[in-house]
């Protein structure tokens, strides 16, 4: 069966498919971060509430929460459509490994968005219905909910990047889950959850102080905006400190399981001992490639070629060339196809199967290779990596500079500065800087999007199932249709959406 399975798919089929999953994907993203990241704003405001009775406390909240909510529906509309196109335009991916992927998927949809649905109605109907302790905690797990929602939906991703817990079973044809805990407490899963969550928090975070700084140019709402840009500030500083922790985690993950992704990330064709880490090309930060792979100044990282090639590292470790790969993926395949034929002939003792099991065996982590054509089909797009890499980790310490200053100017410091001035009455074009930030914290957030997904090609499932072997068997031209009337939707909704969100904001008063 996987002699021939997935071959004779139309290659248009195969692309018009992963651009519809990767729209439908960046725009659901384009909802997620905010609703992590206001979840904290609007829970911090009103614990301040709980804690002070000051009924400008209550406000603040609740024009939070406004804005969470628009937010929250549209992120979870594209999320119920991202979750079906596995079914309609991934169907052989969905076959294949259904029985682990669809495992935390499923965590997701009865523990964390029943959570997360049932505490919101409470957060935004139960204001006079329940204690003020009890709408406290139920806001507090709305945004707990919704994160919790995120980290079975990073677990899922996680797997695909990094695949563990699961055995293949060549009688079902199918990869099977063996450990429910590795799939779930992966540590590439962990690191994983952990930077896309804080990055999340400073989108929230730029939100709010844009917002705030809106009202200052305007002259409206100063206290609010006060009060809601110190929230702020101080969150989107933490997260994006953390962030940048976080990332050097993940860094260290990808160099250890997927390494093709840290050299096409780093353009690094050519790898050794003692990497600088470029800033863009011919400028570089020494050492600092090799300190974020392997946490050693010294340390080894492959590139490109090396991985293409083969190659032995210091420690005398061999790694095979993909050359290699592919005709170990090919001994699998074909070992799996004589299985079948022998367990399903009569004449057979048991010999043929257990030996051809045994090849399977031994050659099944090299299973997906098999598909490979060219060797260099496996090299993922290094300008979109080495790009959007720069551009993420470049917006990220812009943003600690960023809400830094904002900082300071909040508590005035240093006071020299600010004798004869107060954050408040600052020129407007101080103002439209933090405003033009947040679509550039949206496209730095967008763009480690890009550098998970693009890494991983040409893998669905790194080393195990290639895209092309992934995709229902559909024709091109349906696909193309969906694609297009989903552009249509989620553009409408997009624009909705803002609409909605513009217009609460400048209606607001305080």
Known sequence: MFNNLFLDIDAGTIDWSRAQFALTAIYHWLFVPLTLGLAVIMGIAETKYYRTSDPFWKEAAQFW?????VNFAMGVATGIILEFEFGTNWSNYSWFVGDIFGAPLAVEGIV??????????????????????????????????ATISAWWILVANAWMQYPVGCEFNPDTMRNEMVSFAEVALSPFAVSKFCHTVTSSWIIGAVFCVGVCCWYLMKKRNTKLAIESMKIGAGVGLVAA????????????????????????MEALYDGGTEQGLKIIEGIEVPYALSIMATNDPQGFVPGINDLLNGYTTPDGKVELSVDEKIERGKKAIEALAAYRQA?????????????????????MPYFGYGYIKDKNDVVPPVAVNFWSFRIMVGFGCLFILF????????????????????IENLPDWHYWIAIALIPLAYIASECGWLVAEFGRQPWTIQDMLPTWAAVSDLQSSSVIITFFLFLILFSTMLAVEINILLKQIKNYQS
């Open 403 to 422: 809400f830094a200053v904002v900082l300071a100017g909040l508590y005035g410091f240093p006071k020299a500065l600010w004798q004869k001035r107060s």
């Open 343 to 363: 367990k399903f002939a009569s004449s057979d003792d048991g010999t043929t199967t257990a030996y051809q099991l045994s090849v399977l065996k031994e050659n």
């Open 112 to 145: 964390a968005f029943f959570m997360e649905s049932t505490f919101v109605a409470v957060m935004f109907f139960g204001w006079k219905k329940v204690s003020p302790g009890f709408h406290l905690a139920s806001t507090w797990l709305t945004g707990l909910g």
């Open 241 to 264: 400190l953390l962030a940048g922790a976080t990332g050097h985690k993940s860094g260290m993950d990808v160099a250890e399981v997927q390494p093709m992704k840290l050299a096409a």
């Open 65 to 69: 929460q406004k804005l969470f909510g």
